[in-house]
């Protein structure tokens, strides 16, 4: 039986991505902070199915622990302060577990446990205000945030780490991947959640954006900038890409995404259509939501990807909107009764 260990198995991708190699005969053991196993969260259910080891990324005593204690075949490291907008208020914490806590693993990684397959979370935030499009896994990067730039160094140290010591550590490059486990403070899941509360009737809603006030006041859904767009696919797809590139003869970097690219004026059409209502009498802008800088329309060349590990998404971006505005409308139900 092969041992996988999960860093970040709370979050949408943790999950899922636990769900599959459990489904494969894995040991699964995550490692996650004691206060966000204790609440719930995206991987609650699976307790009793797999081993939990407590711990913090920014912490390299934890880090070490948690691998000595698994000792595991392959390692996924997804965690990390995953929001790119609130990183302009939280840089430092950004950089230490995203920048600094992914190279204290590949060093545990190195004088402890070199067999180890390593896959490494990297994202699109990177290529920032984009000069080529599509982008594939030579194009340059140009961040605009602090957490593409934290991303940046991970993703040249896992390089270096890589060739310099010979280990393998996988990166992918990952577009935006959504789900119905995404947290409210995603941008697809806002309008997800827009769109339950319009189906609903609720003009107000109970939940709370990020400046305070409900995601839904007065009957209107407020976004940002609406002409950005991206290259959304499903993340149930996206862990399949994941443990695809630990299967491999030899580790490299992939860009996984669905080649596809979206507005955020389609993603409301979508969410609102499906059930039955026209967005533009939900959605409105507000200037206080835009981003200081706002990365550029980023959309994924994965033809690498589709070649070697013979990977494809198979669910499409409708498909995706679909499910999770039902399960909103689900959620708004149930906490209503």
């Not at 009737?201 to 976004?223: W, Y």
Request: hydrophobic share 40%; with cysteine; net charge negative.
């Amino acid at each position: 039986m092969r041992t996988a260990l999960i860093t970040g198995i709370t979050g949408q991708d943790g999950s899922l991505l636990a769900e599959l190699l459990l489904g494969k005969g894995y040991r699964v053991v995550g490692l996650v902070r004691r206060e966000s196993w204790y609440k719930p969260n995206n991987a609650s259910h699976l307790e009793g199915r797999i081993e939990v080891v407590f711990g913090d990324m920014g912490e390299g005593i934890d880090i070490a622990s948690a691998v000595h204690e698994s000792r595991p075949d392959e390692i996924y490291n997804l965690a990390s302060q995953s929001r790119p907008g609130e990183s302009w208020s939280r840089a430092p914490e950004t950089l230490l577990v995203n920048g600094l806590g992914a190279v204290r693993l590949f060093e545990v990684v190195r004088h402890h446990h070199p067999e180890c397959r390593v896959y490494h979370a990297s994202s699109s935030e990177m290529y920032g205000q984009v000069r080529i499009a599509p982008q594939n896994e030579g194009t340059p990067f140009n961040p605009v945030n602090p957490y593409a730039a934290a991303k940046i160094y991970a993703h040249q140290m896992a390089r270096i780490y890589r060739d310099s010591y010979d280990l393998f550590i996988a990166s992918g490059v990952l577009f935006n991947h959504e789900s119905e486990r995404r947290p409210l403070h995603f941008l697809t899941q806002k309008v997800a959640y827009g769109a339950a509360c319009a189906a609903l009737g609720v003009t107000d809603s109970p939940a709370i954006n990020e400046m305070g006030r409900p995601i839904v006041e007065h009957g209107r859904l407020a976004l940002g900038n609406l002409d950005i767009s991206r290259d959304w696919g499903y993340a149930g797809d996206f862990v399949r890409a994941m443990w695809l590139m630990l299967q491999q003869e030899k580790a490299g970097d992939f860009v996984i995404g669905t080649g596809k690219l979206h507005s955020l004026r389609d993603l409301c059409e979508v969410a609102y259509r499906s059930v039955g209502l026209d967005w533009h009498n939900s959605v409105i802008s507000d200037p206080g939501l835009v981003r200081p800088l706002e990365s550029g329309q980023t959309l994924a060349d994965p033809a690498k990807a589709y070649r070697e590990l013979g990977w494809e998404p198979t669910v499409s971006f409708e498909d995706m909107v679909q499910r999770m505005v039902m399960a909103q409308i689900e959620n708004l139900q149930s906490s209503s009764k």
